[in-house]
Structures are given as structure tokens and as C-alpha cells.
């Protein structure tokens, strides 16, 4: 391809400083250097994680620098690699990965965890292994969020956090499995490990909330509560799979008190998909005594959750999960399969379609609870 080995200048929604909206620049972005990849970025999805970045930094997020390209949940086409990158060429479908799969280190070869940190300091800070960034907007460095920075037309990812899938994957949908939906979904299949014709509680009704329920339904959960302050999601939970919908603001007792009642005792799973701290007490006081598990999916980074002691030595299981608990390079082709094989929706998540030109809207839809998930086609702005 002509641009092989050339700065590429192109479109990225920027964030200048924190609580501002983003503005569309033309930023460019260098080659990759060894063990990169540079993507055409065709579509994203717009998650509450990117707004949480910029407008709750220091609150319940940790400092991120900037100015910063925020986007993390998406899938494109290898523009080019650089030295020493074996696995891709350009023409291939990827998803890119805020989680890496290095598939040589003691937690890659482990069956226990998904937590690979190859690169993983680094990609927090916002650059790529040799401590920069591959975009830069009026001669200065922009940082990467997560490594990944996908509000950008093109960007440059690890080769250990990028996902080879299949040709015929529509990159507008399969977009999703980059976060929320894996995420959700994983955080009952492979963290709750929900059981056939078990009970379960799902906090929070957004994209990771509606994945998890579905996660429940596919392993055959027998009662599937949806809980949510915003009734307008009941019937896509319904739709996804939930047996009951409840709203907190409906009762005047404690939400966990009103789950307790309802199932005669509590839930055998619950799974908290928010980042509260208090919707995570909630979620674990709602579990069943002697067995029951509640797993923390929302994101927080700095506030600190509080639990009864005697209700942990009753029995009750409290874990949490990270991306689901998915293995990402190695695992998310195979969730691709798995909606191309019609095991796993993803059309149901997408309740807006937007150019980038129109991120800021979006983000509005996604505060307002009007949208589950927005995904931004980054090749027709």
C-alpha cells in the first residue's frame, strides 16, 4: 500500500484537557516500530469507561494524561506492520485489545487468569513499549488510551493486543466483543460459572449488564432478574433473556432486602455490571447464604467497596473479573464464530449508528440512558 512506511494524516476525536468535549483534528499517526501494527479503524463503540475517562477523571478514575485519543472497543483492517511482527499482514480483519495475550508468560499459560502484562504498564500511561505514541496533533504527542485509541481513523496497537478474525466478520457489529459485551458475557460464563437452573441477579442494564444476562441465559439460568433505575431497558433485558425486571426506586426497603424476598432467600449468582461501590454491597448482600456468588464486572479504580464480614463467612463467594475473564487474542475469534454461528447476539446491543463527527452526541446518548451501545463508523466522517 502506498501509506507502508509513511505518517499517515487523517481524523481522531481529541480530548484536550479533562470535562470538555472532544474535538475532531487532524492528527497524524507514525508507522509501526517492532512488534506493532497499524489499523484502519472502521468502527467503535462508544463505552461508559471513555466517558467516565474524560468526565470523572480523579473521581472514581485514576489521572490519565493528556491530550488523549479515547476509544477502546473496536474493529478495523491491518493498514501495515512493523519488523518482527509475524501473525498479520495488511487486508486482516482485528480487533484490537486494551487486554494483551503475550501466550508466553506464566499467566498466559496459566488456566487461573487472563491477566497478561506484556506492555501493560505502559498502555495504562497511554504509549506503546518504547514509552511514546505513535499520534501526534499540532507537534505534540497525543497518548493512546489504553493502547488503543480507536476514536482515531488509524492507530497503532501492540501485535499482543490485536485479534485476528475471520473475513466474512461484519466490523460494525463484531466492534462490540472488544469490551462490553465480552466483558458482560464472560462475567457469568467464565467468572460466575452460572449454573443450569440456577438464580441470578443482574445490576446495571447497559451493554455489560444486558451481555451478562445473556451469559445467565445461555447457561440455562432458570430465574434471571434484571435490576435498573431506568425502566426503559426492562424490555430489552426481557428480550436478552431476563425473567423479572425490578426497580430500586419502585421500593422503599434496600434493593438486596427486595431480591431476597422475591427468591426466598437470594440469588445464587449476582453479578454487579455498574462500577458502584454501593451497587456492589447491594449485589453481594442479594446472593443466597451458604453458596452464593456475586462478581464485581463494573469499573472503578479508586473507590474501595465495603461488605459484611459475617455474610462473607456464610458462605458467600465475592470475586471479580476483567474482561470478562476472556483470554483476548486467543479467545475473541472464537466469540466472533460464535455470533457468526448465531450463538451469541450483538445487533441487539446497537441502538445508534453515528459518523465521528457526531462522538459527542453519543456520548449525550450513552449519559442520558437513551442508548445501550453507539457505534461510530470512523470511515465516513
Same mark, same amino acid.
Given at each position: ?35 506493532? =501494527?497499524?489499523?484502519?479503524? =472502521? ?8 466517558? *467516565? ?14 491530550? +488523549?485519543? +479515547? ?5 478495523? /483492517? ?12 495488511? %487486508?486482516?480483519?482485528?480487533?484490537? +485489545? ?13 488456566? !487461573?487468569?487472563?491477566?497478561? !502484562? ?75 460459572? =452460572? ?19 445473556? %451469559? ?7 430465574? /434471571?432478574?434484571?435490576?435498573? /433505575? ?15 425486571? /425490578? ?6 426497603? $434496600? ?5 431476597? *424476598? ?14 458502584? $461501590? ?6 453481594? *448482600? ?11 464486572? %463494573? ?11 459475617? !455474610? ?19 479467545? =475473541?475469534? !472464537? ?30 446518548? +450513552? ?15
Amino acid at each position: 500500500m502506498a501509506t507502508v512506511g509513511k505518517v499517515i494524516t487523517c481524523k481522531a476525536a481529541v480530548a484536550w484537557e479533562p470535562g470538555k468535549p472532544l474535538c475532531i483534528e487532524e492528527v497524524e499517526v507514525a508507522p509501526p516500530k517492532a512488534h506493532e =501494527v497499524r489499523i484502519k479503524v =472502521v468502527a467503535t463503540g462508544v463505552c461508559h469507561t471513555d466517558w *467516565e475517562y474524560l468526565f470523572e477523571t480523579g473521581k472514581g478514575m485514576k489521572f490519565r494524561p493528556f491530550p +488523549l485519543v +479515547l476509544g477502546h472497543e473496536a474493529a478495523g /483492517i491491518v493498514e501495515s506492520t512493523g519488523p518482527e511482527v509475524t501473525r498479520f499482514s495488511p %487486508g486482516d480483519k482485528v480487533i484490537p +485489545l486494551f487486554l494483551p495475550y503475550c501466550g508466553e508468560c506464566e499467566r498466559c499459560l496459566s488456566p !487461573k487468569t487472563n491477566h497478561c !502484562k506484556k506492555n501493560w504498564t505502559n498502555m495504562q500511561a497511554g504509549i506503546l513499549a518504547d514509552g511514546t505514541s505513535r499520534i501526534s496533533c499540532k507537534g505534540q504527542q497525543v497518548y493512546q488510551f489504553l493502547g488503543v485509541s480507536s476514536f482515531s481513523q488509524y492507530t497503532v496497537v501492540p501485535d499482543t493486543s490485536v485479534a485476528k478474525i475471520r473475513s466474512d466478520a461484519p466490523l460494525d457489529k463484531v466492534c462490540l466483543l472488544g469490551c462490553g459485551v465480552s466483558t458482560g458475557y464472560g462475567a457469568a460464563i467464565n467468572a460466575g460459572k =452460572v449454573e443450569k437452573d440456577s438464580s441470578c441477579a443482574v445490576f446495571g442494564l447497559g451493554a455489560v449488564g444486558l451481555a451478562a444476562v445473556m %451469559g445467565c441465559k445461555v447457561a440455562m439460568a432458570r430465574r /434471571i432478574i434484571g435490576v435498573d /433505575i431506568n425502566p426503559d431497558k426492562f424490555e430489552k433485558a426481557r428480550q436478552f433473556g431476563a425473567t423479572d425486571c /425490578i426497580n430500586p426506586r419502585d421500593y422503599s426497603k $434496600p434493593i438486596q432486602e427486595v431480591v431476597v *424476598e422475591k427468591t426466598g432467600g437470594g440469588v445464587d449468582y449476582a453479578l454487579e455490571c455498574v462500577g458502584s $461501590p454501593a451497587i456492589m454491597n447491594a449485589a453481594f *448482600e442479594s446472593t443466597r447464604d451458604a453458596w452464593g456468588t456475586c462478581v464485581i464486572a %463494573g469499573w472503578t479504580e479508586t473507590e474501595v467497596m465495603s461488605i459484611s464480614v459475617e !455474610k462473607l463467612l456464610m458462605g458467600r463467594t465475592l470475586k471479580g473479573t476483567y474482561f470478562g475473564g476472556w483470554k483476548s487474542v486467543k479467545d =475473541v475469534p !472464537k466469540l466472533v464464530d460464535d455470533y457468526m454461528n448465531h450463538k451469541l447476539k450483538l445487533d441487539e446491543f446497537i441502538t445508534e449508528k453515528l459518523p465521528l463527527v457526531q462522538i459527542n452526541k453519543a456520548f449525550d446518548l +450513552l449519559k442520558s440512558g437513551k442508548s445501550i451501545r453507539t457505534v461510530v463508523s470512523l470511515q465516513d466522517s
